[in-house]
């Protein structure tokens, strides 16, 4: 083959030219939001992969975090090298485990103490292989060898397509096996998701999160702490989100908040029954002017699978007017107070003994990454808001570090 394929963009022209004419590209951007890989969707990978092969590309595992759900192929051509994502027809993605299936809890170390990292390592290969599988068990227990310097990474192919799980769910075991190395005395708690935290390291509690994960904290994690705070607008918000009101938190945040007080003065007060009204007497489609009237340029709090919400807006479901109200409450009211809400929540935090670690692993390298960061090291905060308008409070919004 002649034809020169030394980006992304070139490498789409020749798929769509040669191999796959009626597929979807798309140059999509990694995890890290740092690299580029081609995306192609509504094809077979067979047809994509063999083409390739058949016109001269190497083909070999890709290590980068390209998605939660794919894996990709490294292809490499005269000396150069792109990466692509190929999602197959009718396909939801590999994976080798479900999400919190290998958990402390799941593994059984809740309510168990370490210091000496033989014993350690015997009781999670134990648990592993009583909640996941063999193939499972020796790409995790790679992992540990990795940690100890005493081996390589095993299973890869596991360990790729189920990264973001791993690092999120086994990273909270990894972590903490990385500090018994070190010497410290790790403490797991019974209660899983006990407030804010995944483990003890001497005394210290430990957040536990993926490389990518989030500085994201429950508010209702530290409900003792904000049942004290008074009666600011911010401090009322944070205690109504810590006591599960979430209508309470809007209407509150509605007063100070101008894109939230377009609908307040439309409904009269952010309440459920009021919202349930609106749905009822007003149309998908004016809904969606409404919330583009609401703010001032720009499409924030609209959902993005529109035939399924209108769906639901047509039965009365009030899950999409929620997801926006929420979805204001973190772009809007907490951007424009981010000054008063992160003065706030330093104070609520100072004297927290909390710390993120976050935890990853490079296959090519053959190593661990465990970086550490106390909370008290966080100066500014949001309130933050990632959800479904299908199921607005599937996440409920959060207190989140920024830097």
Known sequence: MDTAVNNERQLINYLKANICPTARFERSKDKDKQNYHVTVRDVDSALVYDGLRDSGFVLSESTRPHSSAYTGKKLTFKGNVVYIVVRDKNSNGVHYMKRKDVTPDKIGLGGKTYTDTNIFRNDVHQGLLHCTTTENTIALMSILDVIDEQGVFENTHVLVADKSRITSDFGEVASAYSRVKKGQRVYFPKESNYPGIDFFADDIGVSAKG????????????????????????????????ARQIYKAINVAADACAELKYFKRKLGTITQENMENYVDNNTYDTYITDVKNAQWEGIIGIPKKESECRRYWNNGDINPLLFTFCTFLHRFYSQQNIDKISNLIVKLFKDTPIEFEYFDYNIEENKVIVNILPIYQYKVWEINYWGNAAIALNNWPAVKGLE
Do not use: A, N, P, V
């Not at 989030?214 to 989100?241: A, C, N, P, V």
């Open 211 to 242: 490389d990518k994960g989030s500085s994201r904290l429950s508010t209702i994690d530290f409900k003792e702490s904000i049942d004290k705070l008074g009666y600011s607008t911010e401090e009322m918000i944070l205690k109504h989100l810590c």
